[in-house]
């Protein structure tokens, strides 16, 4: 068995199977946001190594990254820190026809910014506070909010910071932020509970990926997006391509001798 593929997981050989199918759902699904000009955010959170990026990755690889945005926002700057909290977060929503895809979001002050002491308790205690009236301002405000928790549990999380200690390839994907996250496991446990006890809302509720297995997370995660937004299939004319003219006609193969070319080494 693969070195990926533990006893009970999902094998590769089912998952792009399904994977495939629910792309071309994602693939109908931005022609219809498209067409009508839909305003969707999607965002991810989570503990660290609960998957989120390949998750995110399972969605977007098949479609247009001019519809699919994904917003990673890295630590506020200096002046970022003295704006409204939202507002760097504001600023990166949807226009019509775009789906925004948050890899992790502004409830980073209910999380790594409140455990880790980067915000005040009041200033936790406020974000909490406002947070359910603001995503009602944005929701009626016309724009589909999809929130989504990824749970992996504590020993699926080691296993996953052991690899990454020693593959070259995914080494970089392990901050000292990560390892620390490792340490407080429960005080980061705590955060979530208070943020799900104040913020999942009727409007704007919480869901939750149990994300052990990666494969079955992100085939999960995928269709509840497709159940949540009410796209339909859109009719498409079928693409013929012209007759290529000969207008000018040369050799532009030849023209391109004296280039210097990449070396082919494979």
Known sequence: MARDEPDGRMKRRDYEAELE???????????????????????????????????????????????????ALPAPSDRERTQLFMQRYMQNFPAGGEIVIFDRSWYNRAGVEYVMGFCSPD?????????????????????????????????EQERRFKARIHDPLRQWKLSPMDTESYRRWYEY????????????????PWRIVRSDDKRRARLNCIAHI????????????EVKLPKRSGKGHYDDQESLRGMEFVAERY
Request: with cysteine; glycine share 8%.
């Open 226 to 237: 497709l159940e949540r937004i009410p796209y339909a299939r859109v009719k498409r004319e």
């Open 21 to 71: 199918k629910l792309q071309v759902e994602l693939c109908h699904l931005q022609q219809w946001v498209q067409e009508y000009g839909a305003r969707v955010i999607i965002l991810f959170e989570g503990r660290d190594a609960a998957g989120k990026g390949g998750t995110i990755k399972a969605i977007t690889e098949k479609v247009s990254s001019r519809v699919f945005r994904v917003v």
């Open 123 to 155: 200033e936790h205690q406020r974000f909490l506070s406002l947070c359910p009236q603001i995503e009602k301002y944005i929701i009626d405000g016309g724009i589909i909010l999809i929130k989504l928790w990824l749970e992996v549990g504590m020993e």
């Open 189 to 204: 446990s705590r955060a979530r509970d208070m943020m799900f006890a104040a913020t999942s809302t009727e409007h704007a």
